[in-house]
């Protein structure tokens, strides 16, 4: 078993909730449960209780088995999702201080992450629905800008850009929403921690760029506490 597929593997195995992981690597790698169901060759019904605890921890056969089916059904379709997963699991070996990386056990939505950290929704309100966050990452905002070089930037999304950027130490937003607007891939969601009022020209790119916007006056340490629950 190779390096990407055993870290899936040990993630389920050593999780308090070994069924949410299993839904959160499936839909990361975008695989449906008739899709998965059809390459074990199980039901439907089964998988669904898998995610959902009902069924008992499974086995490391089961987990073998279902990791090996995502990268198979994947290979049909181009390996599009591994390459990506690897890529970017190279570039967050060497995490640089400024910033801090959290991957969620089960995604979360859009509108939950912004109730568990009592956010304000400054832009992009009607795409919070349809948001599924696998995980937050945490960031400087000073010193990522004048401090990280822009090949640097991917260590920022770990292992998928299916997450949150919540930006400390802000005074308007401006920076980091110009950062991201010239950058080749993007959060999912964007947080300003503690800022009084957000520039125009930041929520003009949340815009554009069909990012949600929030600000939260939260402590961050309790923002943390309360992310690294999920």
Known sequence: MDELKEKIAGEIALSESPGSTMKKWRELFGV???ELAKQIKISTSTISDYESNRRLS??????????????QIDEAKGSGVRQGLEKFSRKAETPLSFYQIHDFVAPVSGVD???II???V???PGYLDSLK???YTRIDSLRVILEMSPPEYPKLFGSTTERAFIFEHVSTGRSPMVVIRVAPIKPKLVVMHNVGSVDKLAIKIAQVEKIPLLSTKLDIKEIEARLNKI
């Open 32 to 34: 449906t449960q008739v």
């Open 122 to 124: 400054i832009s992009n």
């Open 118 to 120: 009592e956010g304000k």
């Open 133 to 135: 966050l696998f995980g």
């Open 58 to 71: 499974p086995g490391v056969g089961v987990i073998r088995r279902f990791v090996d089916a995502l990268f």
């Open 113 to 115: 992450f912004n109730r």
